[in-house]
Structure formats: C-alpha cells, structure tokens
C-alpha cells in the first residue's frame, strides 16, 4: 500500500478505530445494568472483592468514557481510564489461571490475550491522543 492512500486513510481509520473502541466499552456498560444481578454473581465467582461496589462504579466509567472517546471528547485521559479498567478486568475477570465450576479456561484465555490487545491499542490512543476529527481538536 502506498503511503499516499495510507495518508488519505489515516482520518477515516482513526475516526472508526476510536469509535470502535468506544462501542466496546458502552455497550457492556449498558449491558450490565439491564443484566447487573448476573454480572455481580459472575463476578463473586471469580472472586472480584466489593463486587456490587466496583460493578456499580464500572458502570459509568464503561459508558462515560466509551462515548468520551466515540466523540473524541478528552480522549487521552479516557483511553488511560478504561486501560487501567481493562487490565484490572482481565487480571481479575478473565483469569485462566485459576478453575471455576463450569468455567473454560481455553475461553479465559482467549479474553486475557483479546484484553491485552484492547488494552495495548488504548495505550496508544492515550500516548498520542486525538488529534482530528474529534471534539479534542476544536479545543
């Protein structure tokens, strides 16, 4: 691919690579309210301490700064957040190490190594922001 197109690439994939980014994290944020009982008890399972608390704080922080980085509004500090947000889930949610009743961890697994990607790509969103396209850049 020539560096011409990639140029004339670069808006359009940054747009629908912070968008998509942001669905991942708003949708399973609205997800939990509708579904708040069984992700508390999914939780418990895996051992997750003040589970209500953290769920009903999750919550917003899924939602919030999921549109934050849709719209491009405060992006670097919003891709930090839900970075450290991803890291502690996958260390505490998605822990293959350890055996559930009913779990599988090849599935555990596969959503560590996913979260570190996730989390990898919002390292980079938080490192260099977002600058066009975005409500950021009419700051």
Same mark, same amino acid.
Not at 82 to 99: E, R
């Given at each position: ?9 670069? #808006?359009?994939?940054? &747009?629908?690579?912070?968008? !998509?980014?942001? #669905?991942?994290? !708003?949708?399973?944020?609205?997800? $939990? ?18 589970? &209500?608390?953290?769920? &009903? ?11 934050? #980085?849709?719209?491009?509004? /405060? ?33 555990? !697994?596969?959503?560590?190594? $996913? ?6 790509? #919002?390292?980079? !969103? ?5 600058? /066009? ?7």
């Amino acid at each position: 691919m020539s560096n011409a197109l990639l140029e004339r690439l670069s #808006l359009p994939m940054d &747009v629908l690579g912070r968008v !998509l980014l942001g #669905l991942y994290f !708003l949708i399973p944020g609205i997800t $939990k309210i509708t579904g708040f009982n069984t992700m508390a008890a999914y939780m418990g399972q895996h051992g997750v301490p003040f589970t &209500v608390p953290l769920l &009903v704080l999750t919550i917003p922080i899924q939602i919030g700064c999921g549109l934050a #980085l849709i719209a491009g509004w /405060r992006t670097r500090p919003a891709a930090f957040i839900l970075a450290g947000l991803t890291l502690l889930i996958s260390v505490y949610m998605h822990d293959f190490w350890n055996s559930y009743e009913g779990g599988n961890q090849q599935h555990e !697994l596969q959503n560590f190594i $996913k979260n570190l990607g996730i989390f990898a790509g #919002l390292l980079i !969103l938080a490192a260099r922001g977002s600058p /066009r396209a975005s409500m950021d850049a009419r700051r």
